[in-house]
């Protein structure tokens, strides 16, 4: 049971929490108007039963002084005698005691006969006796045992200062009860009205409260150690707590995508960094021996022997060592190796003639949207050479259309290049760049390698988009801070 | 009950038109006719017709006196300030000098009646007087015979004497309250006019269902209507006449059964001999 309130959706526990809260109101203020219609009772029926004692107490000194024990019951009983008084504020049972503490007469002579003592047959008369025994005057005195359902109202009887006997009421309590019971019943059917009032509303109001955390709770409870796809949250947008932490969960969200997305990318530079520092020292450690070994085959045919087998032997030689020194460069990309002659349009529209011809020959369409007007201060060749490497990939790629657009803001130029050809699967992607690319259908795998380097010498990066149907290559090169010129 | 409100000039009429109806005899002098609670005397109605039935029958005024106790109706007629009065036997043989026997009621078809003793119907073990022994015991009065004076006698033929043997009296000045008295268990016992318990009987049975008659007494001369001696002859005559005759009437006979008697006989001085008797003994126990 604890854990079922505990684990009940707030959506049901606020409607529950708000008609608790109504009950218990309900209940504190019907008991204090119970309280307070006890004290105002019973005060009613001090004031009544003193100043009707007070009258009785008066017409007894007659009878007790000429000892005429039958009209002083008659003169107790007269309260009695009326028909139509209110039974509630009516004595129980009247006694006069005489001097000496016994009945004189009562209203229930069968249970209190003459000249018995009170106190013997109904201990609770002890304490109305005592309290009035040492007075004097004519002051009603009550007293009510702790427990009792009895009040009793003590009244000297005195004539001329001498003490001639006491007046005693007794009164229960029991008339109070059926008044209560209609208070409460009164009490408990308006608190089961306002219940019933509050209920929709408290429902409604639970659902409003409840709903965008419900959704919160929902959203966050599919989160796992990764964020899934297409995650989508229909989250309350308010300045309130709950509007608040709905869009500090959605920041979040997107800090854990792109922190993903982050981590992935430096996973595929790091590989890409030491791939690139592997190849770069085994090319440069090539390429020491092997200018020595191109430049004894040079020596050797100007100076050597004109033996025609060995010259062909020699020649045989010098291509294998001139192949190896082209692969060895294709690895070693060195921007700082290049002319920083500023990128103009023409260079892009060069880059076109060059591959119009071969997308020409395959009948693929070439889109071609160059947006460069004026020079920008990036070295030409290598801008080229990125534009071309993309431009034959694509051409290579695509099926019927390759589409080239080249446009710059005030920071970065862009290179993109889209074809429509078979588009490259998810998990291929960490591989794309590396050198000698199983990827690679045709060619020697370089391609994107290079391309790659020489991207990140430049700063720049690379966005690759693939789609069925649509694959989008975009190079994103810094211009550098220094104005340009022309 | 609720009485619509008496405004003064209501009251002046309501006064002047009671004074006017006997316009006739309005002159005559009013005969004082003196009542104790030898018989149900708190039936407002009743005596307001009974009084103007007397009044017709006598062609004078009749003015009821009711006064708490016999002693002082005996008083009034001593000192003449009534004409005559229903009283006990006991007071009138003890005042015999001075009052003169009028009429005796017939109850039952006899001038005679007895004293009961009776205790609350609940109390099933007392059999005689005997066992009211330290109790309460209510009396009517003290100048009653079936209400005091017989218990008196019966306890001073045991050697007992009243305030001895119970623990406590008291009086309650009429019969009926005696059996209110017994049947509230006020008292555990009480003496009381067999006539009146016997009409309470009749018309209450409620107050007497809850009492039981332990012991009746001999029979004793009814209470008597006397007057006084200093009554004229004239006057004496009308007034028994009246008496007498009213078994005669039918007006007179409804009054008589609401009275529970049979009516109204000249009676004799012996008829309260038992009663003389008894006073004397009492008076002489040790």
């Known amino acids: 049971m604890r854990y079922f309130v505990r684990d009940l959706s707030l959506r049901y526990k606020i409607p529950l929490r708000v008609l608790s809260l109504a009950s218990i109101t309900a209940i504190l203020v019907t008991a204090s108007i119970l309280f307070r219609v ?7 029926l001090l004031r009544h039963a003193q100043s009707m004692g007070r009258v009785l107490a008066n017409t007894l000194v007659g009878p007790l002084t000429h000892d005429d024990a039958w009209r002083a019951f008659e003169i107790i009983n007269s309260p009695f005698q009326s028909e139509e008084a209110d039974r509630s504020e009516l004595a129980e049972t009247i006694l006069v005691l005489d001097g000496k503490g016994q ?26 006796r005592e309290a009035t025994a040492g007075r004097d005057g004519h002051n009603p005195v009550a007293t009510a045992q702790p427990g009792s359902s009895r009040l009793f109202v003590g009244i000297p009887i005195v004539s001329d200062g001498a003490r001639l006997g006491t007046l005693v009421m007794t009164y229960t309590k029991g008339p109070f009860i059926p008044r209560f019971i209609g208070i409460a019943q009164r009490a408990a059917l308006m608190t089961l009205l306002a219940l019933a009032v509050l209920l929709p509303i408290a429902w409604y109001w639970g659902n409003r409260m409840a709903g965008p955390l419900v959704r919160l709770a929902g959203c966050m409870d599919q989160i796992g150690p990764r964020v899934p796809e297409g995650l989508h949250c229909d989250l309350f947008e308010s300045n309130d707590e709950i509007g608040r932490a709905g869009a500090s969960f959605k920041r979040m969200l997107k800090e854990l995508v792109e922190k993903a997305r982050l981590e992935q990318e430096i996973l595929v530079t790091e590989r890409l960094a030491a791939v690139g520092r592997l190849s770069a020292g085994i090319a440069h450690e090539i390429n020491n021996p092997l200018g020595g070994m191109l430049n004894a085959i040079n020596t050797f045919k100007r100076h050597g022997s004109n033996d025609p087998r060995t010259l062909k032997t020699l020649s045989l030689l010098e291509r294998g060592l ?11 990309v060195e921007a700082r190796l290049e002319s920083r002659h500023p990128l103009s349009r023409h260079d892009i529209e060069d880059t076109r003639t060059l591959v119009a011809a071969e997308a020409a020959g395959k009948g693929i369409g070439l889109v071609w949207d160059n947006h460069i007007a004026t020079g920008l201060p990036l070295p030409s060749t290598l801008v080229r050479q990125i534009l071309l490497n993309l431009l034959l990939n694509a051409i290579r790629a695509a099926e019927k259309q390759v589409e080239c657009q080249v446009y710059r803001d005030s920071r970065s130029l862009t290179l993109a290049v889209k074809n429509d050809g078979a588009h490259i699967p998810d998990e291929d992607m960490p591989y794309l760049f590396e050198p000698f690319s199983r990827l690679s259908r045709n060619g020697h795998g370089l391609g994107l390698w290079i391309t790659y380097q020489i991207t990140r010498q430049l700063n720049g990066g690379i966005l690759v988009e693939s789609d069925p149907g649509q694959t989008r290559f975009a190079v994103t090169l810094p211009l550098p801070e220094e104005p340009c010129t022309t | 009950m609720v009485t619509p409100p008496l405004t003064r000039r209501h009251f002046c009429a309501t006064l002047a038109l009671s004074a006017l109806a006997p316009r006739a005899f309005a002159e005559a002098p009013p005969l004082r006719l003196g009542l104790t609670p030898v018989f149900l005397d708190d039936q407002a109605s009743f005596l307001e017709a009974w009084r103007i039935y007397l009044t017709e029958r006598l062609q004078r005024p009749v003015v009821f006196v009711q006064r708490g106790s016999y002693r002082e109706i005996v008083e009034l007629l001593t000192q003449d300030r009534i004409e005559a009065a229903w009283l006990c036997g006991f007071p009138f043989v003890k005042n015999e000098r001075r009052l003169r026997l009028l009429a005796v009621p017939l109850f039952q078809g006899k001038p005679l009646y007895r004293s009961y003793l009776i205790v609350p119907a609940g109390d099933t073990r007392t059999e005689s007087l005997l066992d009211l022994r ?3 015991f209510a009396y009517s009065d003290p100048d009653s015979n079936s209400g005091f004076l017989y218990t008196q006698h019966a306890l001073s033929q045991v050697g007992e004497r009243s305030e001895r043997f119970f623990a406590r009296t008291f009086f309650t000045w009429a019969h009926r309250k005696v059996v209110e008295a017994v049947a509230v268990e006020l008292a555990q016992g009480g003496a009381v006019d067999g006539y009146v318990w016997e009409t309470l009987k009749r018309f209450y049975p409620l107050v007497t269902a809850r009492t039981r008659v332990l012991e009746q007494s001999p029979e004793f001369g009814f209470p008597p209507f006397v007057t006084r001696v200093s009554l004229p002859e004239a006057e004496f005559a009308a007034l028994r006449q009246v008496l007498v005759a009213m078994g005669g009437d039918s007006e007179g006979r409804e009054l008589l059964s609401q009275l529970n008697l049979d009516g109204f006989v000249p009676g004799e001085r012996a008829l309260f001999d038992g009663i003389a008797q008894m006073a004397g003994r009492v008076e002489k126990r040790p």
Request: charged fraction near 25%.
């Open chain 1, 322 to 332: 001139s192949q190896i020194k082209d692969t060895v460069a294709a690895l070693l």
């Open chain 2, 134 to 136: 330290g109790k309460v």
């Open chain 1, 38 to 44: 006890y004290d105002e009772t019973r005060n009613d």
């Open chain 1, 103 to 128: 009945v004189y007469v009562s209203t229930r002579p069968a249970q209190f006969p003459m000249l018995s003592d009170p106190v013997r047959l109904d201990p609770e008369f002890a304490a109305i």
